[in-house]
Nanobody
Framework: VQVVESGGGLVQPGGSLRLSCAAS????????MTWYRQAPGKERELVAS????????NYADSVKGRFTISRDDAKNTGFLQMNSLKLEDTAVYYC????????WGQGTQVTVSS
């Protein structure tokens, strides 16, 4: 099983990024997906989650209205669209897949800086 995040980078405040979570070696459509992030010196926190059928989503209060989680099961890929980025969104973003067993990606760095 492989879970690989991509799409991170350096962006100015107010900008946008789209993170991807590509999975292989499992039946992606059977897994719930959650994005977490961890800033330096802070604990890992939940950012957004989506159920395996895509019907239910959940967001941290700090990102509601700015971030959108989605999935394309045909491509075995999940996404996190991040708009109106703020300095405090700077962190390593991780994708987690869960169906009993938990799988994590290696993370992708998002840096919001002017």
């Amino acid at each position: 099983v492989q879970v690989v995040e991509s799409g991170g980078g350096l962006v100015q405040p107010g900008g946008s990024l789209r993170l991807s979570c590509a999975a292989s070696g499992l039946t992606f459509s059977s897994y719930g997906m959650t994005w977490y992030r961890q800033a330096p010196g802070k604990e890992r926190e939940l950012v957004a989650s989506i159920s395996s059928d895509g019907r239910n989503t959940n967001y941290a209060d700090s990102v509601k209205g700015r971030f959108t989680i989605s999935r394309d099961d045909a491509k075995n890929t999940g996404f996190l669209q991040m708009n109106s980025l703020k300095l405090e969104d700077t962190a390593v973003y991780y994708c987690q897949l869960v169906r009993g067993t938990v799988y994590w990606g290696q993370g992708t760095q998002v840096t919001v800086s002017s």
